[in-house]
């Protein structure tokens, strides 16, 4: 082996072990490295991985935006089951509805040399556009300085954590019409005859709003304390609603359908939408600009820390009201 082969061989090495550290347990194999020198690519990329140089120099694999996307996922089912899209600009979703409020396709016995009446309903359409969003996390610069901790995931974890829990927010409750509207909204739902009480009743009625064909995927949202109260009701029998699931990955199965829990959800009180039912793909989501990252070093120098922010631009709609129900508390 000559001399400028053994040379690149030590270039090879040192990039795997540079890119190995920065990655702890996700190993680089040799047909898979890449180093960036002075704004130069030495040898192939290796796929998902490949390293962009940002402000100051600083090496970030891209993927980390779509392995923040899957942690938001991991954590926040609704994101999961919703109908996401990724379209820029405005995006218009068609909606089928009666026209006129009463006018549909009409399906009857009809008589022989007898005019059939038409009759149709018309398409709507809902508009989902964007609206900016970001979050930033700042890590001490001793953890970027010591070799056995992994810096990416950190961020992933970290960033990924906070992000998942406000879009689970705004997919449940939204903010306002100046902003993304959340699964609440929908218009299929029920009032309480309590401000402060659910009976059993009230719950077969919600998940009675969903046709049949919306089923499958149904569940339950609600908030962990309007949960408590639900796990202490009964049927006719002396048998809770609330039924423990020891076979399948929910911990409990409400009239026969997943329960999932959440702070954002509101809590039972005068005037909340505290329980909501169906199937989450009634919801949709359009990711304008997907989540991207910069590490920001000079800002944070003074800190002795590291800067790293997330933007992403989004909005949502409930675009198929048969999917949701919401079950409302009495005004007072």
């Not at 009463?102 to 709507?124: L, R």
Request: hydrophobic residues 40%; contains cysteine; charged residues 20%.
């Amino acid at each position: 082996m000559n001399e400028e082969a053994v040379h690149h061989t030590d270039i090879k090495k040192n990039a795997l072990d540079i890119l190995n550290a920065l990655y702890g347990e996700q190993r680089i194999t040799k047909d898979e490295y890449s180093t960036v020198a002075m704004g130069i690519q030495v040898g192939p990329p290796f796929g998902d991985n490949n390293m962009t140089m940002a402000n100051n120099g600083a090496i970030i694999p891209t993927s980390i935006a779509e392995r923040i996307i899957k942690a938001v996922k991991d954590r926040c089912p609704i994101l999961a089951g919703a109908t996401v899209y990724n379209v820029k600009g405005t995006l218009k979703v068609p909606v089928w509805g009666k026209a006129n409020t009463s006018h549909d396709i009409a399906v009857g016995y009809q008589t022989e040399f007898t005019e059939i009446t038409a009759d149709s309903g018309k398409f709507t359409s809902v508009d989902l556009g964007g609206y900016l969003a970001g979050a930033l996390t700042l890590i001490g610069q001793s953890v970027e300085n010591n070799g056995a901790f992994s810096v990416v995931n950190f961020i992933v974890e970290q960033m990924a954590e906070e992000i998942a829990v406000w879009i689970e927010g705004q997919l449940l409750c939204g903010t306002g019409s100046s902003a993304a509207q959340g699964a609440l909204n929908t218009t299929t739902g029920l009032t309480a005859a309590g401000a402060a009480a659910v009976t059993a009743d009230e719950l077969i009625e919600l998940q009675a709003k969903i046709k049949q064909a919306h089923q499958g995927n149904a569940c339950w949202t609600m908030h962990p304390d309007t949960f408590t109260t639900i796990k202490k009701l009964k049927d006719g029998n002396n048998r809770y609603l609330l039924q423990d699931d020891v076979t399948g990955s929910f911990p409990y199965r409400l009239l026969g359908k997943p329960v999932y829990l959440s702070d954002n959800m509101p809590a039972m009180a005068a005037g909340a939408k505290a329980v909501l039912y169906g199937d989450y793909s009634g919801l949709s989501v359009n990711f304008r600009e997907n989540i991207s990252i910069q590490v920001l070093r000079e800002k944070y120098a003074t800190q002795h820390a590291i800067g790293v922010v997330s933007w992403f631009e989004f909005d949502s709609r409930v675009t198929d009201h048969q999917k949701l129900a919401v079950l409302t508390m009495k005004a007072s």
